[in-house]
């Protein structure tokens, strides 16, 4: 079956999809805790004929077709630990957690396209196997990934393909890139310790607060210098705590933040040269420092010969200007684990309303277009097909 036969193989399937997915947003799980998610996924699947595996703990895979060549659609099943603000009627009922980075979206547009998938492989169809897989925890460091892939997720898979929801992109549209599309996302945490003392005698202390400052301001500038530019490399704070009266120079403060970088070399020597930056930057103060430098996800690093595959499943489908180049991102994305092992790429999918408000991920008012959910399934099982035949 071709491309252009996967409208009306959507169609008994298009309005499913879009209750599915709003079942999920009214009933949002954060990382490690999608038990509601995984039972109603799973229970779709097996009314489907199909027999999903689940994960330890929470999440499954589910293979589709006969053996041979195996490409993999991922979804993450996650949410996020925010308050919804969007007012729409299937908003979050959990107090507290919300699904505002669309992964409620992605999930669905997995399914839609499993179920379609799943009727050609009914019909002798599907010139391989297809695995879909619903990871738990892409928002919790380091990443369900790692959880796929440590019960096996990957054995025999050839390729990998995800979406996600571009918020800046008209639905309709997807974006894609070849190389680093999203960026490393570590953690670094600042500690210093000195004796503290009043601030009319500075010379008789150590001086984590001036200490302090001149880390936050120098350590993203050494970097800048010390790494390749042409990597991305981004160390941006989010907090500094010390202190809690304006006369006394206090005993211990904090710096705390996140590394980014798009190149995975660049990533791996960056780690090093935070510490020993540190240190030199506050030895003239005489204050002891702690450098904590916590890995997250590497740069997620898409395979050229997938995109292009990819580029022309979708122009086959959606027709001519459905594609864009995607922006990188320095956001982090645990598909980077997969894509590690295998080769495969991630696709962003748009999901504004043509002429509507452009909204921002992980904000409690964030809406989806949810007509990206048929184009998403639409998507991900045209490259599916066409990465079966050409395997």
């Known amino acids: 079956m071709s491309a252009d036969d996967l409208i009306p193989l959507l169609a008994p399937y298009a309005d499913e999809i879009v209750e599915f997915r709003r079942d999920l947003h009214a009933h949002p799980e954060k990382g490690h805790h999608e038990v509601r998610t995984t039972a109603r996924i799973a229970e779709r699947l097996e009314r489907a004929g199909l027999a999903p595996q689940l994960l330890p703990g929470t999440g499954l895979v589910c293979d589709i077709g006969p053996q041979g060549p195996v490409v993999l659609l991922r979804a993450d099943i996650d949410a996020l630990p925010l308050t919804e603000?969007?007012?729409?009627?299937?908003?979050?009922?959990?107090?507290?957690?919300?699904?505002?980075?669309?992964?409620?979206?992605?999930?669905?547009?997995?399914?839609?396209?499993?179920?379609?998938?799943?009727?050609?492989?009914?019909?002798?169809?599907?010139?391989?196997?297809?695995?879909?897989?619903?990871?738990?925890?892409?928002?919790?460091?380091?990443?369900?990934?790692?959880?796929?892939?440590?019960?096996?997720?990957?054995?025999?898979?050839?390729?990998?393909?995800?979406?996600?929801?571009?918020?800046?992109?008209?639905?309709?549209?997807?974006?894609?890139?070849?190389?680093?599309?999203?960026?490393?996302?570590?953690?670094?945490?600042?500690?210093?310790?000195?004796?503290?003392?009043?601030?009319?005698?500075?010379?008789?202390?150590?001086?984590?607060?001036?200490?302090?400052?001149?880390?936050?301001?120098?350590?993203?500038?050494?970097?800048?210098?010390?790494?390749?530019?042409?990597?991305?490399?981004?160390?941006?704070?989010?907090?500094?705590?010390?202190?809690?009266?304006?006369?006394?120079?206090?005993?211990?403060?904090?710096?705390?933040?996140?590394?980014?970088?798009?190149?995975q070399e660049v990533w791996s020597a960056a780690g090093a040269l935070l510490a020993?930056?540190?240190?030199?930057?506050?030895?003239?103060?005489?204050?002891?420092?702690?450098?904590?430098?916590?890995?997250?996800?590497?740069?997620?690093?898409?395979?050229?010969?997938?995109?292009?595959?990819?580029?022309?499943?979708?122009?086959?489908?959606?027709?001519?200007?459905?594609?864009?180049?995607?922006?990188?991102s320095l956001g982090g994305e645990d598909f980077a684990w997969i894509l590690e092992k295998v080769p495969g790429a991630m696709i962003r999918l748009g999901t504004r309303s043509p002429g509507g408000r452009t909204y921002d991920l992980h904000q409690g008012d964030f809406v989806a277009d949810e007509r990206a959910i048929g184009v998403g399934a639409r998507v991900l099982a045209a490259v599916a097909l066409r990465q079966l035949s050409a395997a």
């Not at 009922?93 to 409620?104: E, N």
């Not at 600042?190 to 009043?198: A, E």
């Not at 704070?237 to 403060?253: E, K, L, Q, S």
């Not at 740069?299 to 594609?323: F, K, M, R």
């Open 276 to 328: 020993e930056v540190v240190h030199e930057v506050v030895r003239p103060y005489g204050v002891r420092a702690e450098v904590l430098h916590t890995r997250g996800v590497p740069p997620t690093v898409n395979d050229p010969q997938a995109v292009s595959l990819a580029e022309q499943a979708v122009l086959g489908e959606l027709g001519e200007g459905s594609v864009r180049l995607a922006e990188q």
């Open 85 to 263: 603000e969007s007012g729409l009627e299937f908003a979050s009922t959990v107090p507290g957690v919300a699904h505002a980075c669309g992964h409620d979206l992605h999930t669905s547009a997995v399914l839609g396209a499993g179920l379609m998938l799943s009727d050609l492989g009914a019909c002798g169809a599907l010139e391989g196997r297809v695995r879909l897989v619903f990871q738990p925890a892409e928002e919790v460091m380091p990443g369900g990934a790692l959880d796929v892939i440590a019960a096996g997720g990957l054995d025999g898979v050839d390729r990998a393909f995800a979406l996600h929801c571009d918020p800046s992109s008209d639905v309709g549209t997807v974006s894609l890139r070849a190389g680093a599309i999203t960026s490393a996302a570590d953690h670094v945490l600042v500690r210093l310790h000195g004796s503290g003392g009043h601030t009319s005698r500075p010379h008789l202390t150590e001086d984590v607060v001036f200490a302090l400052s001149q880390v936050a301001l120098q350590l993203p500038a050494v970097l800048s210098r010390r790494l390749d530019p042409r990597a991305g490399v981004a160390l941006v704070w989010g907090r500094v705590c010390a202190g809690g009266a304006a006369n006394a120079i206090p005993r211990a403060g904090e710096l705390e933040g996140t590394l980014r970088c798009l190149d």
